[in-house]
């Protein structure tokens, strides 16, 4: 199992930025998949989580309106949408996954057992 992330970068408020997550070593038509972020100093939080079976998608209330996570046309990468940026949004995006678990909401509430690297997100005010 692999996931590869990529997309991160320096943004100011008020932009956006897309992540990539790329997944391989299974078959991506099955468990929930999602985006973690990490600040300095802080627990690791879900940003998103999409259930691959049947696309239905889990966004917190704290990013909802503004992240949006999605398939493209290439079933076995997973995006991440992230508009309208702000300075509280800086930190390390993962995307992660459970092989058992095939529900978004499940997947955001609870721990992803395999984890691909992070690609950091800058936000300047």
């Not at 992540?19 to 802080?42: D, E, K, V, Y």
Request: hydrophobic content about 35%; aromatic content about 10%; proline content about 4%.
């Amino acid at each position: 199992v692999q996931l590869q992330a990529s997309g991160g970068g320096l943004v100011q408020a008020g932009g956006s930025l897309r992540l990539s997550c790329a997944a391989s070593g299974f078959t991506l038509n099955r468990p929930a998949i999602g985006w973690f972020r990490q600040a300095p100093g802080q627990e690791r939080e879900a940003v998103a989580c999409l259930s691959t079976n049947n696309e239905i998608t889990y966004v917190p209330d704290f990013v909802k309106g503004r992240f949006t996570i999605f398939r493209g046309e290439a079933k076995n990468v997973v995006y991440l949408q992230m508009d309208n940026l702000r300075p509280e949004d800086t930190a390390v995006y993962y995307c992660g996954t459970d092989l058992g678990q095939a529900s978004s909401y499940a997947l955001c509430h609870g721990r992803p057992t395999e984890w691909g690297q992070g690609t950091q997100v800058t936000v300047s005010s």
